[in-house]
């Protein structure tokens, strides 16, 4: 087999591979972060009884800036990895006043237009039973 001749195969294959990991479960917005009440994320199941308090939520839109549209292309959109672990540790702060021992089914969703972008963050907020 020439490696040569089929390059265009394998990086087909392999853009295939990452889009289909992207969009069937999604990519978490952070693996590693520790936050004072458990954050799961959609994929992820409570294995533990649990109360449901509320949907709890957070989000903005802005303009785009002239640098993001420089050459009418659309550079530099969306939250870095860090800042979604800041936008997650507000999330959690939100779920923490109404009494959460946790979120679940996290969900990070990013929208851009010609001159806007925003996201939004949601999940639900629980709190354990019977421990």
């Known amino acids: 087999m020439n490696l040569i001749k089929n390059v265009p195969l394998l990086f087909s294959l392999l853009a295939a591979l990452m889009l289909s990991a992207c969009a069937g479960n ?5 693996s ?8 799961l994320y ?9 109360s449901e308090i509320a949907v709890v939520e957070i989000g903005s839109e802005d303009s785009l800036t002239e640098r993001q549209t420089q050459d009418k292309r659309m550079m530099f959109r969306g939250n870095d990895a860090k800042t979604k672990e800041l936008l997650t540790a507000r999330l959690v702060m939100k779920a923490q006043k109404i009494g959460a021992d946790a979120i679940i089914n996290v969900k990070y969703k990013y929208y851009t237009s010609v001159n806007k ?8 907020a ?5 421990e």
Not at 32 to 39: A, D, G, L, Q
Not at 126 to 130: A, I, N, P, S
């Open 117 to 124: 972008e925003g996201y939004m963050l949601s999940g639900l």
């Open 26 to 30: 999604g990519i978490p917005i952070s």
């Open 126 to 130: 629980v709190r354990y039973r019977g």
């Open 42 to 50: 959609d994929t992820q199941p409570l294995e533990r009884p649990y």
């Open 32 to 39: 590693n972060t520790k936050y004072p009440i458990e954050v």
